[in-house]
């Protein structure tokens, strides 16, 4: 087996051939122009718009139901609302995927916000990412708590938090922890976060080795908060801005991609037979990364230029169309 060095290296080279091959398609980690606001794609609900979706999904999949595919998903606005809702259907889909293919559940969550959606999918064994690629998981339901941690990729984020500071004194930080633990500034807490985050002050943050550090200043618009990132100089890290002014770090060349890759090396599934699904900033590399990258309806539109196809929107169940697509009646 590679090295996560070789991992690394041949991850990035498939992603930039994948893009290359895209020709007309560009990707920006943060865009001012309305079209890549959030915002549901009114279009998918135009009559007809569905049956548009499903027959370009079916054309896309068909080849991929004569075997085994690796289907990595996104949580947040792909399996759930963003209530956290679940809709039958995707439920349904998704468990009968999870009977016939390897469901890895690919998310910025934690490890403890994201365990709940594997047993909701029904996988008991198998993989999940989460952080965003920092914490690969190995489900095994032997194991203490289900899971055995696989894979763990940190990072010092000193430097980075540092030059925030300066333009963003008033943001909200909390770092995760390679054992799970957060901890953060007075006063910020959130679900995603899987367990009650330890309040602590941004000085001794700094001194932290984190597998994710997330900085939200609830104020700012997102295109406000993505101007303030680009003055801060933030470099030597991996970031990616969400539907608000949210930002989560990661360590350079770790993405939900580099670890779907190291799962689909350890079941040698062809790049051919992958496909991703997600809606964020944070999917990118994924979308780029799978055989087929399919980005849901409400995705901004620089994340759908990197996907293949869009489905559907959360609304609608569009990751569901996905799932039946690749799993046979």
């Known amino acids: ?22 020709g007309h398609r560009r990707f920006t980690r943060a865009q001012d122009a309305p079209g890549t606001l959030p915002g549901m794609n009114t279009a998918i609900a135009a009559p007809g718009a569905l049956d548009e979706i499903r027959a370009a999904l079916d054309e896309a999949l068909a ?8 289907l990595g998903l996104d949580v947040d606005g792909t399996l759930v609302d963003h209530d956290g809702h ?7 889909a998704l468990t009968a995927a999870a009977r016939e293919h390897h469901v890895v559940i690919a998310t910025g969550r ?20 989460c952080s965003n690629g920092a914490v690969t998981l190995a489900l095994d339901p032997e194991a203490e708590d289900g899971y055995r941690v696989l894979d763990v990729r940190t990072f010092r984020p000193q430097q980075a938090l540092r030059a925030l500071r300066e333009v963003a004194p008033g943001a909200h930080y909390a ?4 054992d799970g633990r957060f901890r953060a500034t007075p006063g910020f807490q959130d679900a995603s976060f899987g367990v009650e985050a330890e309040e602590t002050d941004l000085d001794e943050l700094l001194d932290l080795e984190a597998v994710r550090v997330v900085v939200h200043v609830p104020d700012l618009t997102p295109q406000e908060f993505s101007r303030i990132i680009a003055d801060a ?10 539907w608000t002014a949210w930002l ?4 350079p060349g770790v993405s939900k991609a580099s670890a779907l890759e190291l799962v689909r090396e350890r079941l040698e599934i062809p790049s051919e037979r992958t496909v991703a699904v997600g809606d964020g900033w944070n999917d990118t590399e994924m979308l780029a990364w799978a055989g087929v990258g399919v980005a849901m309806g409400q995705a901004p539109q620089g994340v759908a230029d990197i996907a293949d196809l869009r489905t559907a929107d959360v609304a609608h169940d569009g990751v569901a169309l996905v799932l039946r697509g690749v799993t046979p009646a």
């Open 86 to 92: 679940m809709s039958e259907s995707v439920h349904a």
């Open 63 to 70: 080849p991929l139901q004569d075997g085994t595919v690796l």
């Open 1 to 22: 087996m590679r090295t996560p060095k070789d991992l690394l290296a041949a991850l990035r080279h498939r992603i930039a051939r994948r893009r290359g091959a895209r």
């Open 175 to 178: 770092v995760e922890m390679a």
């Open 110 to 129: 934690s490890i403890g916000a994201t365990l709940p959606v594997v047993r909701t999918a029904g996988v008991e064994r198998g993989f999940a990412v």
């Open 233 to 242: 100089g933030v470099h030597g890290v991996e970031y990616a801005i969400g």
């Open 248 to 251: 989560d770090m990661a360590a």
